[in-house]
């Protein structure tokens, strides 16, 4: 009996001693050229451990005993290197990667000691040094410095790279339809349909490994003009890794207010999800038509949501979650990777000092512009953001890898304004009270399929493909509008009318988009040898489908009865509604109270599909040690159509095939230091939106109305750029760039219009041209600041683009010596990121101070000889801090907004400036806590 009790615990003993075992892992490439050395061999020394590198140059070496080792690394033409010192944990995986120099440099054994730390931020220097594009990025190592917490918030840190509105990207100051956003290399709509890109806020920095900014164009590319953003999420972790993160912030303007605007909703609006509280009743077309049924009339408009004017109550703090997990196992005896992530983000934004203004010039000899109208607003915004994502990634050999990724994310939007305000342009002496509610659901869900692929008997062929199937939807639930005049010197009812006449009538939207991507992507790559010189043959094709849905209903109230005592809630009362209002006669039918009535507008629903048919070859030439060459070809064929559900509307067309060229020059001066060349041709083509009829409406600003005749834009761009990679982690670069555009589409004042109507329409030529100049530096070499280090990227930009004939004479007779172009809409200036940054691995502290600020750009182009409105610079001061805790813990300390900067944009006339919208956002002060484990 004794000896069966001793068993288990010999057993016990002896499975401990022969567990104490440990994983190497790492990635081994070229240390010039950074590519993958795939085969490359490595083994532990003394041992008969070993692992080749697979198709991403990755190796993996499992069960070492613990202690210290050393490891050999072999590669046909390649020096042997020899590793000594690296530690192996039991139970825990060890990073080394290794960079192996060719024969050409050195024919000796190189003994080196180890370093087992992956530092992303330079990789992706590397990445950026041995590019035969243009291209900058960022790091999650980077987004961990700035503290931002979406994908909006990190891209602007990029040189050359500034965000519109907290989500919409521009790059060297082109508006965002010249820039376009890839998902690990696969197109993603965009949520807005109005817009050309992708809404980037919606995407969480915990889901991403880094962004590409890619400037010059390349064949195997998708075609963009200013920028394409490359998002890619985490792939393969190195080890087993946890991570829990928690914050809360207060805004000063908007946290623990007991006035934030709002109104009522639903029970799941704190998850950014409607509920079906805001859902019609009944469809806008079954509405009776007035006069016909008086009793369903009066029925169908009691059912309606009585809710149209903001209420109030108290905020409470900004706050956001997140939560991922991430390791490698075995499946069938090969590796499979797996990350997942899940996060939350709710905040609250509010002001109360907003203020809208549309003014004119009537006359050449004015001394200042005319006031159409000018409202004070309020506002109470609250923003929800959910976040998933799935990548799973499995190894079936050194040369086959497969991978999954499933990412889904969900923003609601809860709007509340109340704008007051005079509209001389209408009435002197009315007041205008109009009140706006709305919500909004924003969701992108994507699948992607990929595979990558190293066939060594086909002359070392690589091959990498994706399929990728996109759903994007965008809804707009019920949202609202009332508006009224009010007359504070009138005597009793009579102070609040509601005259359509004079605006629109109280209305109610329902507004949903559901458009389906699919993006289809091959590209094979082929060494050879020229001129003794390892060069590479790619060719791939690509096939693009989109379809989109975008429907709208409205409703508009009507009444017999012109006037009401001033209360909302009391106006839309079941005893006012139709035959039940008290001044009803129902012997004459007179005075009929509040009813609903259909106002929908069919032309405003439109199909929309799209078909890009893709083909590229291109090679990339080391021609000399010193100087390398990228040239190829890409071709595409675009069918594109919308269709208006109104009968009789004309179809918006676009049937193009394009030859797209591209030469990328590359000139290596000294080591580390390059001298980079290229010209490419790109297009741009406008959205379903643009060429759609769709007429979108706001009661405080412009219609926009669509144009069916657009054309494609090309675009012929001309860059050089001279950069030095100093040492690890610094960086100084400078760059001119020249872009020829050829019928260019620009958001333009209808100059028929009788009303402010806003319009899509190509003009006959711009052109846009600068330079960009970045710098980082450590500070290591002053002892006192030693673990200091600093950034700054600067872009100066100009633009003109030429002045459609009939505008330019609307103006000119305004203004007779109005020059003949513009800037282009959209476009600043100048753009200017800083950093200074602080690390200390010893006491875990580091600290990063960011500025970024965008220079002034048209936002409004209008009618006349009134002045463009321009957004005007908007200086931003962010600090973050963090402090580890142990090995685990982070504590963060966040302060964004320090400069409290206000949003603006103005007429600017005889330097006088009106304004046509402006407000503030209030400082930010955070405190957040993160738990890892590895």
Not at 19 to 24: E, I, V
Not at 45 to 51: H, K, L, M, V, Y
Not at 571 to 580: A, P, S
Not at 639 to 660: C, P, Q
Request: hydrophobic share 35%; charged share 20%; net charge negative.
């Amino acid at each position: 009996m004794k000896k069966l009790l001793f068993l288990p615990i010999l057993l016990f003993i002896s499975s401990a001693i022969f567990s104490q075992t440990g994983t190497l892992r790492g990635k081994i490439t070229d240390a010039e050229t950074g590519e993958e050395l795939i085969g490359a061999a490595v083994l532990v020394e003394g041992t008969f451990q070993g692992s080749s590198a697979d198709l991403d140059g990755n190796y993996s070496i499992p069960d070492i005993a613990s202690g210290t080792i050393s490891i050999r690394c072999t590669y046909i033409s390649y020096e042997t290197q020899t590793i000594t010192g690296i530690d192996i944990s039991s139970d825990n995986v060890s990073i080394l990667d290794i960079k192996l120099n060719s024969v050409s440099v050195g024919l000796e054994e190189v003994v080196i000691s180890a370093k087992a730390v992956r530092n992303t931020e330079s990789a992706l220097l590397t990445m950026q040094k041995k590019s035969a594009s243009v291209m900058d990025g960022i790091s999650s190592q980077q987004i961990s410095k700035s503290g931002d917490s979406d994908a909006a918030g990190a891209i602007k840190r990029v040189s050359a790279v500034s965000v519109e509105e907290g989500k919409y990207v521009y790059v060297r100051g082109l508006g965002d339809r010249y820039s376009k956003t890839t998902l690990n290399g696969a197109e993603i709509p965009g949520l807005d349909p109005e817009r050309n890109t992708v809404q980037m806020d919606i995407f969480p920095t915990n889901a991403i490994d880094n962004m590409i900014v890619y400037k010059s164009f390349s064949p195997n590319l998708n075609s963009f003009t200013g920028g394409l953003i490359d998002i890619a999420t985490k792939d393969f972790p190195e080890e087993f890794n946890l991570n829990f993160s928690a914050s809360y912030e207060f805004n000063t303007q908007s946290s623990l207010n007991d006035n934030f605007l709002i109104y009522e909703g639903g029970n799941t609006d704190w998850l950014g999800f409607d509920d079906g509280t805001r859902d019609f009743p009944v469809r806008a077309v079954d509405i009776p038509l007035y006069p016909t049924n008086r009793d369903a009339i009066d029925a169908t408009s009691i059912r309606f949501n009585k809710i149209m004017e903001p209420d109030t109550k108290t905020s409470f703090l900004n706050q956001s979650y997140s939560l991922g997990v991430g390791d490698q196992l075995t499946l069938f005896g090969k590796p499979l990777g797996y990350n997942i992530g899940i996060s939350y983000k709710s905040q609250e934004l509010y002001y109360d000092d907003g203020e809208r203004g549309l003014y004119k010039l009537t006359d050449a000899d004015a001394g200042v512009l005319n006031m159409e109208q000018k409202y004070n607003e309020i506002s109470g915004r609250t923003e929800v953001l959910l976040g998933g994502l799935i990548s799973l990634n499995y190894k079936f050999n050194n040369n086959n890898k497969l991978g999954y990724v499933l990412l889904y994310n969900h923003s609601g939007i809860k709007n509340a304004f109340y704008h007051i305000g005079e509209k001389p342009s209408d009435e002197i002496g009315m007041i205008i009270q109009n009140r706006e509610l709305g919500f909004q659901e924003r969701s992108i869900s994507a699948n992607q399929l990929k595979g990558e692929h190293f066939i060594e008997s086909w002359g070392e062929l690589k091959i990498n493909w994706i399929i990728s199937y996109t759903n994007s939807k965008q809804k707009e639930p019920d949202l609202r509008f009332f508006t009224n005049s009010y007359y504070p010197d009138a005597v009793g009812n009579a102070q609040f009318e509601i005259n359509p006449s004079k605006y629109k009538a109280p209305s109610r939207f329902n507004r949903a988009m559901d458009e389906l991507n699919m993006d289809n992507k091959i590209h094979f790559e082929l060494p050879f040898t020229i001129l003794g010189s390892n060069s590479k043959f790619k060719f791939g094709a690509s096939y693009v489908y989109k379809n989109r849905k975008f429907t709208e209903e409205k409703i508009d109230y009507h009444s017999q009865i012109q006037y009401y005592n001033g209360s909302v809630s009391n106006y839309l009362d079941d005893g006012n509604i139709g035959q039940n209002h008290p001044m009803y006669d129902p012997v004459s039918k007179q005075n009929y109270g509040l009813y609903v009535q259909n106002a929908t507008d069919t032309r405003n629903s439109y199909d929309g599909i799209q078909s890009v048919l893709g083909g590229y070859v291109m090679a990339d030439m080391p021609l000399t040690e010193k100087f390398r060459v990228e040239l190829g070809l890409r071709f595409e064929a675009n069918r594109m159509e919308t269709e208006s559900k109104k009968k009789g509307i004309k179809k918006g067309k676009l049937n193009d095939n394009d030859i797209l060229p591209a030469i990328n020059l590359t000139y290596t001066l000294v080591e580390n230091m390059n001298l980079r060349l290229a010209y490419t041709r790109t297009l741009s083509r406008p959205t379903f939106r643009e060429i759609a009829p769709f007429a979108s409406f706001s009661p405080v600003a412009p219609t926009i109305v669509g144009n069916p005749d657009l054309k494609r834009t090309l675009i012929n761009n001309f860059d050089l750029k001279w950069e030095y990679f100093m040492k690890q982690d610094e960086l100084i670069s400078f760059g001119v760039f020249y872009k020829n555009f050829i019928d260019p589409i620009e958001m333009v004042d209808n100059p028929v219009a009788v009303n402010p109507e806003i319009s899509y329409q190509n003009v006959e030529q711009a052109r846009n041209y600068g330079f960009e100049v970045e710098f980082r530096k450590l500070l290591d070499f002053i002892n006192p600041i030693r673990n200091m280090y600093f950034g700054i990227n600067f872009t100066y930009i100009r633009s003109e683009v030429s002045i459609e004939e009939l505008e330019l004479e609307l103006i000119r007779a305004l203004v007779p010596d109005h020059p003949d172009t513009r800037p282009l809409f959209g476009q600043a200036p100048y753009i200017i990121n800083g950093l200074l940054g602080y690390k200390s691995d010893r006491i875990g502290l580091s600290a990063n101070l960011v500025y970024n600020m965008t220079g002034p750009r048209i936002s409004l182009v209008t009618k006349g000889g009134t002045p463009d409105v321009y957004e005007q610079a908007f200086p931003l001061l962010d600090l973050n801090i963090q402090q580890k805790l142990g090995k685990q813990f982070v504590l963060t300390l966040k302060a964004r907004n320090l400069l409290n900067s206000v949003s603006k944009e103005v007429y600017t006339y005889k330097d006088i400036d009106y304004s046509y919208y402006e407000f503030s956002m209030g400082r930010v002060f955070g405190l957040g806590i993160a738990y890892n484990f590895r």
